[in-house]
């Protein structure tokens, strides 16, 4: 991934945002198990990061989502309804990571999504992820703007 690429992906910067989205993500010590292969519930954590990061760059930025303030409601936040993970292959100390996103069909109150972890041209994991749209603990329609950006069917 290139330097630029890198720091908007990183910064949040949504010009000439594309998808699918790529996180990038190194495998530190902390990541791993007693034989230097990243432990598999950290794989949870990095497509988490991917998701978070996919999802600011769309407008839902996190720390935003659950503000209240006195003239308005409280905010909404996306919760994991559903996943489904698919270990391929290891992951290593030092590696560098991508992990690729993108929205494979957007409903009401949810949106699916497929991800994968990779190095390189390799796909370690892939994972089949549904979020919901919740406000106040209950479903709520994912918001027009973030439908419409996420080229999703706004009717």
């Not at 519930?41 to 988490?48: D, S, V, W």
């Not at 003239?71 to 560098?96: C, I, N, S, W």
């Amino acid at each position: 991934m290139a330097a630029r690429a890198l720091r908007e992906a990183m910064s949040g910067d949504p010009d000439g945002f594309s998808l699918p989205h790529y996180f990038p993500v190194r495998v530190y010590y902390e990541d791993t198990d007693f034989s230097g292969i990243v432990y598999h519930a950290n794989y949870l954590r990095f497509m988490e990061r991917g998701r978070t990061n996919y999802l600011r760059l769309m407008g839902a930025e996190q720390h935003v989502l659950f503000a209240e303030t006195e003239t308005e409601t409280p905010g909404y936040a996306f919760v994991v309804r559903a996943m489904t993970l698919d270990f391929l292959k290891p992951a290593r100390m030092d590696d560098v990571l991508e992990i690729v996103t993108w929205p494979v069909a957007v409903r009401g109150a949810s949106i699916a999504l497929a991800q994968e972890v990779r190095r390189d041209a390799a796909v370690l994991v892939k994972a089949s992820v549904r979020v919901a749209c919740i406000s106040e603990g209950q479903a709520q329609r994912i918001p027009r703007s973030l439908r419409t950006l996420m080229k999703a069917d706004i009717s």
